[in-house]
């Protein structure tokens, strides 16, 4: 089965595993696989999707060369996974289980074109319900198609079970209220509703299935597709389930099927799981779909690759600079440039504490022009290479006292000397 959908698949990974992943790189071989895609029956809107999530894993992610092939393998199986994961499924036994505990029918109507192989499919239901030891009736609801009540009664001897039907041309939706009211007299675990097939473009006989599932309130509303019949299937499972969303489908044919879009497809386009897989014409050849070996069919057994790394953008931030200190380089003074600094400023070279000490020791009043300053300057410079000494009151001289009367003396009015001595008056 999906042998052509597994090689697309293949084509894929094997194109990614010679190149680098680079976004140029990676759209042409997204190309490559969307062609491959649409080869094998895959919806537009399933392979857009795909691409999105195969390109948004892809880019800016580092991986070993020769461990691309396998990521992006891996990558496509989680994109496909993640389709299916949403879809959910529907777990039919246990339901009709809880129905049976409540002492009602659990009801099932099934839809789809002529063909698709419906009716032989509501027959392996049947006989699956049968084998788990529930009841089962079956309503002959498809009162168009010729031959339609007979071959659902034949079916119903074959398995021995009721089947509820009319005349053709009766209409429909009161031969499944028929059964329904069968089924409860008769304490019946599930009922059976085989509608007319149809195709999904005729507006009045697509409302005759609405007029059935308003009549009798089915709790489940299948959807039964031909694999073989690729994006036909995919555009009637969309028009059938616009008109009443149906919620879940059965593939047929899926032994025959090659391509397997079908079951991606409509997945994706109804939001709607994948029961059961026909695979064979006997009443036994109906298998519960399985995800995980659908994955595995696809791309084999699921590995785990190291050493992938997703690079993770982090929020630009931006760092305000540092404010920039200027550093003053090492001044070197010759003795020219210390002259002229000193007949600019002659108290360069000068504390401030010898400044001010020698103003109070003096007391010296600031300069007032530049002869005063550097007059000043120079003083403190004498004075700091003396050693910086205080202030020394004057001495006061004492005479003897010999020579303060010699000085009294020297006040006195002379008197003239005669020869022998002091003259007289």
């Known amino acids: 089965m999906f042998e052509k959908l597994r090689n697309a698949f293949s084509v894929a990974v094997k194109s990614f595993g010679d190149k680098e992943l680079k976004e140029k790189d990676i759209d042409e071989v997204l190309f490559e696989l969307e062609v491959a895609l649409l080869e094998s029956d895959v919806a537009t809107e399933v392979i857009d999707a795909l691409k999105d999530d195969l390109k948004k894993q892809l880019i800016g992610t580092t991986v070993n060369k020769d461990k691309i092939a396998e990521v992006v393998k891996q990558e496509l199986r989680k994109s496909i996974s993640n389709m299916f994961d949403v879809a959910g499924t529907v777990d039919i036994l246990s339901n ?44 002959a609801a498809d009162t168009f198609r010729a031959g339609a009540i007979e071959q659902i009664v034949e079916h119903g001897k074959r398995l021995n079970i009721k089947v509820i039907s009319q005349n053709y041309g009766s209409d429909p939706a009161a031969v499944a209220r028929d059964a329904v009211l069968y089924s409860k007299s008769h304490k019946m675990d599930c009922i059976l509703i085989d509608t007319a097939g149809r195709m999904q473009t005729s507006k009045n006989l697509m409302d005759q299935i609405s007029k059935i599932n308003k009549v009798v309130n089915p709790d489940l509303k299948l959807f039964v597709g031909d694999s073989l019949a690729g994006n036909d299937t995919v555009s009637q499972a969309r028009e059938f389930y616009n008109y009443t969303k149906f919620d879940g489908a059965i593939l047929t044919k899926s032994d025959a099927d090659a391509r397997g ?44 690759i190291e ?22 380089p090492e001044i070197i003074i010759d003795k020219k440039q210390e002259k002229q600094i000193l007949e600019e400023d002659p108290f360069a070279g000068i504390s401030t504490k010898d400044i001010e000490k020698y103003s109070d020791f ?37 005479k003897t006292m010999k020579e303060e009367i010699e000085e009294m003396e020297d006040e006195k009015p002379k008197k003239k000397r005669s020869l022998f001595g002091w003259g007289k008056k």
């Open 362 to 398: 003096f007391d010296v009043s600031p300069p007032e022009n530049d002869d005063q300053a550097r007059k000043l300057a120079s003083n403190i410079k004498k004075w700091i290479s003396e050693g910086r000494p205080k202030k020394q009151e004057p001495q006061v001289e004492l």
């Open 307 to 328: 050493g992938v790394q997703k690079k993770i953008l982090e929020p630009k931030v931006e760092l305000k600079p540092e404010p920039k200190v200027e550093l003053k």
């Open 96 to 139: 009709i289980q809880k129905k049976k505990d409540m002492g009602e029918p659990y009801i099932i109507s099934f839809m789809g074109i002529n063909g698709t192989g419906k009716t032989t499919t509501i027959a392996k239901i049947a006989n699956l319900l049968r084998e788990n030891k529930f009841s089962v009736v079956i309503a």
């Open 261 to 304: 879009g079908a079951a991606i497809s409509i997945v994706k386009v109804t939001s709607s799981p994948i029961l059961y897989l026909g695979i064979g014409q006997e009443y036994k050849d109906l298998k519960s779909f399985d995800k995980d070996i659908f994955l595995e069919t696809l791309f084999g057994p699921e590995e785990i």
